[in-house]
């Protein structure tokens, strides 16, 4: 397994494109990519994992599978063998075989039925792609040497002007590491997805201490913060694909996954992306124990995903009620008897919680996290904060700092 997970480092650095190792089961092992993909786009991908695994069983070992989707976007899979035995994939993607114009973008809108306000969107997701062109047929070919020979662990020559070689002391990557410290760090990133699976917050914050031992922030070269950044998007993902492993509904995942990508993109300092991930964490495993786990009734559910997504709009019993298409006396019912909290009382408890979030970041005033939470009187908002945690907001600030 961690030569799997190393192999998939090393094209990932190598090409620069996202991958993705998946069981014979179609579950994810690993998945290197960043987190801005439309959801609809992560959709077709499953569907299309499906007949690109079928066609792999079916071929020989040593054969790579090509496929281009509705959206123009283009993978490779190479199959997984032990013992003689189809174990999984490895899938590379996604990239354009072809330049990005407003021609082809139009065409992509129209073929999947999408509005067209979608024109920048997709305009900006497929430049952010790999353009491989012809040469996705070698590099699928050195993908099936890569992913079914033997590691072999290379060592730097580098040639002084006199002519004279001499070999560097160094690893060429992260990846190249042998010895128990890497074993260790894979170990706990499986233990921390596995609790946050099953919605077990506290022993994956545990789990979370110890996979983040690793130092990879060399792999972005004078710029530290970025390659943070990077770590953070790959979490992000991880923690997105076993929370929705757990249960929880796609669309509300996307949207926990693109508040948080946004989040980690405006961060300006380390102890602020150290939040995020403490707040990933949590959030994905409530969203598990809230939707997965404790199985509520659908209109609580409904109401459940609504607030958590628009609890800083001006939002009331009324407005949720009118949005999920329920009878208002009927969802207050239901929601004070299967939350213990009526629904005006669960939103101000998601307004504090992210306003204590906002606060431990330390780059706004406790008046304009007062507004961004969804206060629309800076008194009122301290009043409540004070009601749900015993102090003001500016002594939790200041709790904070000491």
Same mark, same amino acid.
């Given at each position: 397994?961690?030569?799997?997970? &190393?192999?998939? *480092?090393?094209?990932?650095?190598?090409?620069?494109?996202?991958?993705?190792?998946?069981?014979?089961?179609?579950?994810?092992?690993?998945?290197?990519?960043?987190?801005?993909?439309?959801?609809?786009?992560?959709?077709?991908?499953?569907?299309?994992?499906?007949?690109?695994?079928?066609?792999?069983?079916?071929?020989?070992?040593?054969?790579?599978?090509?496929?281009?989707?509705?959206?123009?976007?283009?993978?490779?899979?190479?199959?997984?063998?032990?013992?003689?035995?189809?174990?999984?994939?490895?899938?590379? @993607?996604?990239?354009?075989?072809?330049?990005?114009?407003?021609?082809?973008? *139009?065409?992509?809108?129209?073929?999947?039925?999408?509005?067209?306000? *979608?024109?920048?969107?997709?305009?900006?997701?497929?430049?952010?792609?790999?353009?491989?062109?012809?040469?996705?047929?070698?590099?699928?070919?050195?993908?099936?040497?890569?992913?079914?020979?033997?590691?072999?662990?290379?060592?730097?020559?580098?040639?002084?002007?006199?002519?004279?070689?001499?070999?560097?002391?160094?690893?060429?990557?992260?990846?190249?590491?042998? @010895?128990?410290?890497?074993?260790?760090?894979?170990?706990?990133?499986?233990?921390?997805?596995?609790?946050?699976?099953? @919605?077990?917050?506290?022993?994956?914050?545990?789990?979370?201490?110890?996979?983040?031992?690793?130092?990879?922030?060399?792999?972005?070269?004078?710029?530290?913060?970025?390659?943070?950044?990077?770590?953070?998007? &790959?979490?992000?993902?991880?923690?997105?694909?076993?929370?929705?492993?757990?249960?929880?509904?796609?669309?509300?995942?996307?949207? !926990?996954?693109?508040?948080? /990508?946004?989040?980690?993109?405006?961060?300006?300092?380390?102890?602020?992306?150290?939040?995020?991930?403490?707040?990933? !964490?949590?959030?994905?495993?409530? /969203?598990?124990?809230?939707?997965?786990?404790?199985?509520? &009734?659908?209109?609580?559910?409904?109401?459940?995903?609504?607030?958590?997504?628009?609890?800083?709009?001006?939002?009331?019993?009324?407005?949720?009620?009118?949005?999920?298409?329920?009878?208002?006396?009927?969802?207050?019912?239901?929601?004070?008897?299967?939350?213990?909290?009526?629904?005006?009382?669960?939103?101000?408890?998601?307004?504090?919680?992210?306003?204590?979030?906002?606060?431990?970041?330390?780059?706004?005033?406790?008046?304009?996290?007062?507004?961004?939470?969804?206060?629309?009187?800076?008194?009122?908002?301290? %009043?409540?904060? %004070?009601?749900?945690?015993?102090?003001?907001?500016?002594?939790?600030?200041?709790?904070?700092?000491?």
């Amino acid at each position: 397994m961690e030569e799997l997970i &190393s192999k998939c *480092w090393q094209i990932n650095k190598a090409f620069q494109i996202g991958v993705q190792a998946i069981d014979d089961k179609l579950k994810t092992i690993i998945h290197i990519a960043d987190d801005n993909e439309p959801l609809m786009v992560i959709e077709a991908r499953k569907r299309m994992l499906v007949e690109m695994q079928k066609e792999l069983r079916q071929a020989n070992k040593d054969s790579f599978c090509y496929q281009t989707d509705s959206f123009q976007l283009s993978y490779l899979a190479v199959p997984i063998y032990k013992d003689e035995q189809y174990k999984g994939m490895v899938v590379v @993607g996604p990239f354009l075989n072809e330049q990005v114009t407003d021609h082809m973008i *139009w065409n992509v809108i129209k073929d999947n039925n999408l509005e067209n306000n *979608w024109l920048k969107r997709l305009e900006t997701y497929f430049k952010s792609l790999p353009l491989l062109a012809n040469s996705y047929l070698a590099i699928g070919e050195l993908l099936v040497n890569i992913v079914i020979h033997p590691h072999v662990k290379a060592q730097i020559i580098a040639s002084k002007n006199s002519g004279e070689q001499y070999r560097l002391d160094v690893e060429p990557e992260d990846y190249d590491q042998s @010895g128990i410290e890497i074993k260790q760090r894979y170990e706990a990133e499986k233990k921390l997805l596995h609790y946050i699976e099953i @919605g077990d917050k506290e022993n994956a914050m545990k789990a979370m201490l110890d996979h983040h031992t690793g130092d990879f922030l060399y792999r972005v070269p004078g710029n530290p913060l970025r390659a943070r950044k990077n770590i953070t998007f &790959s979490g992000n993902t991880m923690y997105r694909i076993a929370a929705g492993n757990g249960g929880v509904e796609p669309q509300y995942l996307h949207a !926990i996954s693109e508040k948080f /990508a946004l989040k980690i993109e405006s961060a300006v300092a380390m102890s602020e992306l150290n939040t995020i991930d403490v707040n990933m !964490i949590d959030e994905y495993c409530k /969203a598990v124990k809230n939707f997965a786990i404790k199985g509520y &009734s659908p209109v609580v559910k409904k109401a459940l995903m609504y607030i958590n997504l628009h609890f800083n709009e001006s939002i009331n019993l009324q407005s949720v009620a009118d949005e999920i298409g329920f009878n208002r006396t009927y969802l207050a019912k239901k929601f004070k008897s299967e939350i213990n909290l009526s629904v005006i009382d669960y939103i101000q408890r998601k307004r504090i919680d992210e306003a204590k979030f906002l606060i431990n970041l330390g780059r706004l005033s406790t008046t304009e996290i007062g507004l961004q939470v969804g206060f629309n009187s800076y008194n009122y908002f301290c %009043k409540v904060f %004070k009601e749900l945690t015993g102090m003001t907001a500016s002594e939790y600030k200041r709790s904070k700092q000491d």
